[in-house]
């Protein structure tokens, strides 16, 4: 079964970077898409981006181009998700999701806390 | 960027009772839409993709409609563990956007 494993919870400081993983198992890695959306506390939803695992291409939202990065390890089945110049406004919980044969999100990971604070 | 807005915000309701949530797209999203019911404390779950398609393991009694910019997602009759915070969104264009969540409450 597709199963989406994240990294654990992380504390940074205001300005600082922080990089969140996701291990992909379950399927053929390299078929589809993953993106990561993005749940700030009591907040809805918001996405962020994708980055294809085959070939490394990446879109990102408009709102986080510059801050953002997103890289895969085809040999690890892993993708990651790397923000910098973090302000408090980023405390959020992190969501990898896989995509769908026609589209949509259809797998999750558990999700990744992040809290910025001073 | 396409904004998605659902209503009610919050709806109170019993179990047995048929619930209708609307999606309304700022533009066409022919039927490019998918509804996540989400619970506390964990990821979304997808329930219906393209608008209407039923996703695997997901029960009978979800139903999804609609295209352009008008969507509903139904729930034919509540039960307790359809208290959730229920999400549409766009896959027509990026940025992907979502609606602001509708909570389902007892």
């Known amino acids: ?3 989406l494993v994240q990294s654990g919870a992380e504390v940074r400081k ?4 922080v990089m969140v993983s996701c291990k992909a198992s379950g399927y053929t890695f390299t078929v589809y898409y ?5 749940q700030a506390p009591g907040q809805g939803l918001e996405w962020m981006g ?3 695992p085959n070939s490394g291409d990446t879109h990102y939202a408009q709102r986080f181009q510059g801050r953002i990065t997103m890289t895969r390890d085809t040999s690890i089945t ?3 998700m790397e923000m910098s110049s973090l302000r408090s406004g980023d405390t959020a919980v992190y969501y990898c999701a896989k995509e769908g044969p026609v589209s949509g999100l259809h797998h999750w990971g558990q999700g990744t806390p992040v809290t910025v604070s001073s | 960027d396409i904004q998605m807005t659902q209503s009610p915000s919050t709806l109170s309701a019993s179990v047995g009772d048929r619930v209708t949530i609307t999606c309304r797209a700022s533009q066409s999203i022919s039927s490019w839409l998918a509804w996540y019911q989400q619970k506390p404390g964990k990821a979304p779950k997808i329930l219906i993709s393209k608008a209407s398609t ?3 393991g997901v029960p009978s009694r979800f139903s999804g409609s609609g295209s352009g ?3 509903t997602l139904t729930i034919s009759s509540l039960q307790p563990a359809d208290f959730a915070t229920y999400y549409c969104q766009q896959y027509n264009t990026y940025p992907w956007t979502f609606g602001q969540g509708t909570k389902v409450e007892i």
């Open chain 2, 54 to 56: 039923l996703e695997t």
């Open chain 1, 14 to 17: 205001p300005g600082a970077s």
């Open chain 1, 78 to 80: 892993t993708v990651y």
């Open chain 1, 50 to 52: 994708w980055v294809n």
């Open chain 1, 1 to 3: 079964q597709v199963q």
């Open chain 2, 69 to 71: 910019t008008e969507f």
């Open chain 1, 34 to 38: 993953m993106h990561w959306v993005r």
